[in-house]
């Protein structure tokens, strides 16, 4: 029977290695989550396993409970689909346990003893206690360093140093290990390996799809866009063209003093007047065409909407930029707005620069909560071929001026921030 300062160890080691288990899940697949809640969700998740362990179950059986609760804690409180998660959190038990052998066996050959190996005697706790020890350092790095590349090169070196390490105790004869025992670890080492490689390759092309598709949706919005613009500048150039024809008219019904025929002709040349002298927002005529179309649009739909733009002139934000996060938000906010009723039907757009960083924060009315998987907005739409990009396209648009994207929702409100860090340039 387990020793309390035994049951006291496991507890706390159980927790942490399901803490660790869903701040892997978050990390990796960017999954939002709150750490708070982790914590106290991996408290209760630790004190079953204990009593598992205390109760003396199988270590493959509480494995596998194990897997299941996190599954569950994922799937419920995070929100996220369960098929990559699984994976990670099915490798991450078996690296646990992995480096826990090794560990053990590492102090049993320090010490030159084989009581190192047995999971019920109270000197396992060490190298348990030393795993996650370690884990509580990788974490602290992985955090520091952030995200990309040096998190990558940490978890693929974590797995290569796992097969290193139980190749070199397959090779030492100071404590004897059971040959059966030691294949499998060889074996499960070679498999976190290949696991590694499969996921990167798989996240590759998830990403190359995402940028393909992202491509497309970049490529429709501005040939639509390009299209209206065309249009517009047309109709504005028939209505010059045909600008002395209306004062000829004018001055007709005026000496004839025909003025009731005048003031009604004055008001259907208004309308195509009002939409050449639109106001400017940015000083680019393409960003401000975007941003008054789409106002003109909204307010067509009877939605109220309030434009508070503040940009700074010359910056090495391109036009073609500026037009795919515009555009994608202003989009994204017309479709929520849509199904909206009453004090929701609003639409406010905030463009601010703080030194050399511009914020761009929009809000718009919101009928339920967005859905939310794998960390990414999806959209409601049938048609998901082309559509649920435009948050990706920002979001990957963002990251070109070292930028990033946020976003929030409470009290039927939806709000977007997007930051760009952007640099000055000479005028010409």
């Known amino acids: 029977m387990m020793g309390w300062y035994q049951i006291i160890s496991f507890l706390f080691t159980n927790g942490l290695r399901i803490f660790f288990g869903l701040y892997l899940v978050m990390a990796v697949l960017k999954v939002p989550g709150v750490r708070k809640r982790a914590g106290v969700l991996s408290a209760f998740g630790a004190v079953f396993i204990t009593a598992l362990s205390c109760l003396a179950v199988p270590q493959i059986y509480i494995a596998g409970v194990e897997i299941i609760i996190l599954m569950l804690i994922i799937r419920r409180w995070l929100g996220a689909e369960l098929r990559m998660p699984l994976f990670l959190i099915f490798f991450y038990e078996i690296a646990v346990a992995l480096w826990e052998f090794m560990i053990s066996a590492g102090l049993g050959i320090l010490f030159r003893s084989e009581v190192f190996l047995d999971s019920d005697a109270p000197e396992y706790m060490a ?6 020890a370690l884990t509580v350092g990788i974490a602290f790095l992985a955090a520091k360093v952030g995200q990309g590349r040096n998190r990558s090169r940490s978890i693929s070196a974590v797995a290569v140093a796992g097969l290193f390490g ?5 090779g030492q004869n100071i404590i004897p290990i059971e040959e059966e025992r030691m294949t499998t670890w060889i ?23 995402k940028i393909a598709c992202l491509e497309i949706e970049k490529n429709a919005l501005l040939t639509r866009d390009y299209q209206m613009l065309k249009n517009t500048y047309a109709a504005n150039a028939r209505l010059f063209h045909d600008f002395h024809n209306h004062i000829e008219a004018l001055y ?12 009604q002709y004055l008001e259907s040349l208004r309308s195509p007047i009002e939409a050449v002298t639109q106001p400017v927002w940015v000083g680019d005529e393409a960003v401000d065409y975007l941003i008054n179309s789409k106002r003109t649009l909204a307010l067509s739909r009877e939605i109220q909407v309030n434009c508070n733009i503040e940009f700074p002139q010359h910056t090495n934000i391109r036009s073609v930029d500026l037009v795919a996060i515009l555009g ?20 406010h757009l905030t ?13 718009n009315g919101c009928k ?9 907005l999806k959209t409601t739409k049938q048609d ?18 070292d930028g990033a994207v946020e976003t929030e929702y409470g009290n039927n409100r939806f709000c977007t921030v997007v930051t760009l860090s952007y640099e000055p340039i000479k005028a010409e």
């Not at 938000?329 to 849509?338: C, F, K, P, T, W």
């Not at 339920?368 to 794998?374: G, I, K, L, Y």
């Open 187 to 209: 074996i499960f080492s070679m498999l976190i390996l290949v696991a590694v490689l499969f996921f990167y390759l798989s996240r590759q092309y998830e990403m190359e799809k």
């Open 328 to 347: 994608n938000l202003l989009d994204n906010a017309l479709e929520a707005v849509e199904g909206t009723e009453g004090d929701l039907r609003f639409i």
């Open 252 to 263: 007709r019904y005026l000496e004839k003093d025909r003025t009731a025929e005048a003031v």
């Open 166 to 170: 139980v190749v070199f105790l397959s």
């Open 384 to 401: 998901t071929g082309l559509h649920g990009w435009g948050l990706q396209s920002v979001r990957a648009t963002a990251e070109r001026y």
């Open 127 to 132: 190298a348990v206690w030393i795993v996650r």
């Open 368 to 376: 339920t909560a967005p859905v939310m998987a794998e960390g990414e």
């Open 351 to 363: 463009v601010r620069r703080i030194h050399e960083m511009l914020i761009i924060k929009l809000e």
